[in-house]
């Protein structure tokens, strides 16, 4: 692998202090890993200083497996989500040149799930959203700003809509004290 540019976006706070248990058969540690630019880092590492050798591959699984989806959607550093969209990527369609690279560690499928959730992640820090979406209805008429309620009971082609739209209108001028349409 290349050295990546993220060598100077690591923390050296980011590893943990205490030693992780060791994994029984092997003599090597994976330590956990707090940001992505430090799994970055020791993922580079270890894979400048890979051997043919049984122990190292292991090693080097394990510490990939730490990357889930659910920490790739708390990543709030968007250089370290592009160059991790890089890394997916090339997994994707190894060249061929790595002895032990990512493309070894996940399956396709799991390797299709991790570029969504990194792609995704990559646009939702380009717009700007570092928390995501709350959840809820794909309608709920209580969120809307005023001029786009009155743009939907204008305009939207559902009547059950249209109504509960304008039963949330009669609710905002009732707290408002407008009492000028009934």
Do not use: C
């Not at 003599?27 to 430090?38: D, H, K, Q």
């Not at 880092?41 to 080097?60: K, T, W």
């Not at 730490?66 to 550093?77: A, F, N, S, V």
């Not at 969209?85 to 690279?101: D, F, I, K, Q, S």
């Amino acid at each position: 692998m290349l050295p990546s540019p993220l060598l100077r976006y690591a923390h050296e706070e980011s590893v943990a202090a205490a030693p992780p248990p060791r994994v029984p058969g092997s003599g090597m540690i994976v330590p956990p890993f707090s940001t992505l630019a430090a799994w970055l880092v020791e993922i580079d590492r270890q894979g400048a200083l890979m051997r043919p050798r049984s122990r190292l591959y292991e090693r080097f699984d394990r510490t990939a497996r730490t990357l889930t989806p659910g920490r790739i959607r708390r990543t709030e550093d968007p250089v370290a989500i592009g160059e991790l969209v890089r890394w997916l990527r090339e997994a994707r369609y190894p060249g061929g040149h790595n002895l032990h690279g990512l493309d070894r560690v996940w399956s396709r499928a799991e390797l299709g799930v991790l570029i969504t959730e990194a792609v995704n992640r990559q646009r939702q820090l380009a717009i700007g959203r570092v928390t995501p979406r709350p959840k809820g209805p794909p309608l709920d008429p209580r969120r809307l700003p005023d001029e786009r309620l009155e743009h939907l009971i204008q305009h939207h082609r559902d009547l059950q809509v249209v109504e509960a739209l304008r039963a949330e209108r009669r609710r905002r001028e009732s707290l408002r004290g407008d009492h000028a349409t009934a």
